[in-house]
């Protein structure tokens, strides 16, 4: 099994800045995909960037230009740099790990930390 420890989330004012980490422990699989994803009240989780162990990226529509994905794999450490944030990026944003192993696809949710942009 896989865990998953966030950390970074808080207050900001629109235009400023926040680093999340997200830290994985346990059977951690050499390939592997992790991220983050965001839920706003009312709304339904949502992409926010993910990448792979080769470094691949994705990122979301509403956040490519002003946020950056990175990770660490000796630290199985994910990080999301976000810049210029807006009101709109308030909600809870969560960590997911996931590989596939022998045909079998593993995924796990963070607990969630909280974002929360003013105007």
């Known amino acids: 099994q896989v865990q998953l420890g966030e950390s970074g989330g808080g207050l900001v004012q629109a235009g400023g800045s926040l680093r999340l980490s997200c830290a994985a422990s346990?059977?951690?699989?050499?390939?592997?995909?992790m991220g983050w994803y965001r839920q706003a009240p009312g709304k339904q989780r949502e992409l926010v960037a993910v990448?792979?162990?080769?470094?691949?990226?994705i990122y979301g529509d509403s956040v490519k230009g002003r946020f950056t994905i990175a990770r660490d794999n000796a630290k199985n450490t994910v990080y999301l740099q976000m810049n210029s944030l807006k009101p709109e990026d308030t909600g809870v944003y969560y960590c997911?790990?996931?590989?596939?192993?022998?045909?079998?696809?593993?995924?796990?949710w963070g607990q969630g930390t909280q974002v929360t942009v003013s105007s």
């Open positions: 997911k790990y996931g590989d596939l192993n022998a045909g079998r696809v593993y995924y796990v």
């Open positions: 990448i792979r162990s080769n470094g691949s990226t």
């Open positions: 346990g059977y951690i699989f050499t390939i592997n995909i």
